[in-house]
Structures are given as structure tokens and as C-alpha cells.
């Protein structure tokens, strides 16, 4: 009998509370029996708390002040800071001097939160997860510090699988790798395509059913609808031209020559925010479902597949 499957896909949730509380919701809410988070799980801001002599604190959130002089305000501030993505944290104005005078002191303090954070998600996920019968799988993007791996490795539910092969159901396979194509940014999980192609050769390798099998690739292939991104110049600016942003594709040629050559069932991607949207090349389905994390909107990726075919797809934003 052939398995089925139900699976809820997400990626680039960049840190938001409100984001990974419906991620680790969306399988009873869905009815998935598999929940994968396909990286890209760390903030990349911290809003500091400043506090001040009377005990209230300051805090300054995109563009705006605020003055909040009860535990209740700060409470409701963190949350909602967290929430879109942000990383709050509470300081003494001589503390918060020290960590602004020190580069290394900033980069501490960010790991420090980050791994914390990460840390609350993992139990969230264990809580509401355990005993349900659906299996969650969390790994990497390339904007990930290294530094959370650990975190993801901790966990006795929750599972990691990046460069890994796994089995969701006993028959449909997964392959997972958050590393990224060369960026602008210079992101901690980076490389070129030759060694991106080298790993997705390894997991390969050990697929024992690849029409079944799902390629959990952060970076979509290049030249399709899910890898259009603006162009930047040097100062890492959008280029313009004749009033319009300039579009270019930003995916891997080694995702795609791989994806053409092997020919899974599925792809599933993400890294470019605004490119949301279906691919199809050759057999193989890839779907990126984008991401509106600064929003607090849970952008997805629901499907059913059987055997060597996917029943059902639907992109999903709420």
C-alpha cells in the first residue's frame, strides 16, 4: 500500500515568534502529518529596552519611541517585537554603551539571543507537537550562524536534517541543504556551485527511490518564477532603471542542473522572499511559498503526495 502524506512546508521565518507559533500549529490546523521549516530561522535585529532611572523603559521600534512605564507595556512591546521578527533584549544604558563600543560584544550578545530564542521555539514545538503522530524537521539557511546547530541538534522530537537523507513516511525520501549560492550579503552559509553540486551528489547517493524523493533545497533553481530578486549595485542598493527595480535571477545552477538530472518528485524552496510561486522542470514540482515574516503572516506550503505523485498542492498565507 502506498504511503500518504500531508506536508506543510515554511522557510525564512527570520526570527518571528508569531510566524513559528503557526508554523508548529499549521498540523493540526492543515491536517500535515509533516511539518518541515526549511531555514533561515534567525532575527537579524535586536531592539534594545533601555532602562531608566524611574524603572520604565525605552524603546525605539521601526521609526517610533516608546515610553513604557509598566511591566504590562513592556511585556506587550517585547512580545510584539518578537513577534515581527526582532530580537528584544533589556539593558542599562552604561551596558548597552559597553556592547556598542565592541563589535565582538554585539556579535556575543546576538548569538546569546538568538540561541535563547531558538531554544523557546524547540520546547514550543515539543509541547504541542509530542504525541500528535506529526514529525517536524527544522533545519539551517544560509543566513543561520553556525552557532544554532547545536540548539537544532538538541532536541529529542524535533529533527535536523540538513545534508542529510531521511525518511518521512517509509517510503518518500528527503533531502535537505540550507547552504546558499554565493550573496551580496556574504551569509555564513555560502559556497560555490561546484561544492554545492558535490553535496547534493553525496545525499544522492543514498536515495533509494528518487522519483519519491523531496530535494528540501533553501535555494531554488535558477532561471524559474521562484529566484526572481532585485538587482543590486555595490553599496548593496536596488538598481533602477527607467523607474523600474531591475530583476535578476538569484537561484543556483546547481540546485537546477541537479533537480534536471535526477528528477525527484519535489522541490521545496525558499531564500527569495518576493518569488513565491510554482516551477516545473521536467517531472519534478518546486514550489517556493516566499515569505512574509515582518508581517506576522505565516507564508506555506501544503501538499499531499502518494507514491510517486503529488495529489495536491496549495500555497498558503495567513
Known amino acids: ?17 508569531k510566524c513559528f507559533r503557526k508554523f508548529v500549529n499549521a498540523g493540526k490546523f492543515y491536517n500535515a502529518n509533516v511539518l518541515i521549516n526549511g531555514g533561515d530561522i534567525a532575527a537579524k535585529v535586536i531592539v534594545p529596552f533601555v532602562k531608566r532611572s524611574d524603572g520604565s523603559y525605552a524603546c525605539k521600534y521601526a521609526g517610533e519611541e516608546y515610553a513604557l512605564k509598566s511591566k504590562e507595556k513592556v511585556d506587550e512591546m517585547v512580545k510584539n517585537v518578537r513577534d515581527l ?10 551596558d548597552l554603551e559597553e556592547i556598542y563600543s565592541s563589535k565582538e560584544r554585539q556579535d556575543a550578545l546576538f548569538k546569546e539571543l538568538m540561541k535563547e530564542s531558538l531554544t523557546r521555539w524547540m520546547r514550543l514545538a515539543e509541547e504541542r507537537l ?4 506529526i514529525r517536524c524537521y527544522i533545519s539551517p539557511g544560509n543566513d543561520d550562524p553556525f552557532e544554532i546547530d547545536e540548539v537544532l541538534n538538541s532536541s529529542d522530537y524535533v529533527i535536523n536534517p540538513e545534508e542529510e537523507v531521511v525518511e518521512l513516511d517509509g517510503e518518500h525520501e528527503m533531502l535537505t541543504l540550507g547552504t546558499a549560492n554565493r550573496t551580496p550579503w556574504k551569509t555564513p552559509r555560502e559556497a560555490d556551485e561546484g ?5 547534493i551528489d553525496k545525499m544522492a547517493s543514498q536515495v533509494k527511490a528518487m522519483k519519491k524523493a523531496i530535494f528540501n533545497f533553501h535555494v531554488p533553481p535558477i532561471d524559474t518564477a521562484l529566484d526572481k530578486a532585485a538587482k543590486l549595485d555595490e553599496n548593496l542598493r536596488q538598481v533602477v532603471s527607467s523607474g523600474h527595480i531591475v530583476m535578476i535571477s538569484a537561484g543556483s ?4 542542473s541537479s533537480i534536471e538530472e535526477y528528477q525527484p518528485l519535489m522541490g521545496l524552496h525558499g531564500h527569495i522572499h518576493e518569488s513565491g510561486g510554482t516551477a516545473r522542470i521536467g517531472r519534478t514540482m518546486c514550489f517556493n511559498p516566499g515569505s512574509e515574516y515582518s508581517s506576522g503572516r505565516l507564508a506555506g506550503f501544503l501538499g499531499e503526495i502518494e507514491g510517486e505523485s503529488i495529489r495536491s498542492h496549495q500555497l498558503t498565507s495567513g
Open 130 to 133: 509530542r504525541g500528535t503522530g
Open 195 to 199: 561544492a554545492l553540486r558535490e553535496k
Open 253 to 256: 545552477t546547481a540546485v537546477r
Open 85 to 94: 521578527g526582532c530580537y528584544a533584549y533589556l539593558v542599562e544604558p552604561k
Open 1 to 17: 500500500m502506498l504511503a500518504k502524506t500531508r506536508i506543510f512546508f515554511v522557510t525564512d521565518v527570520h526570527g518571528s515568534d
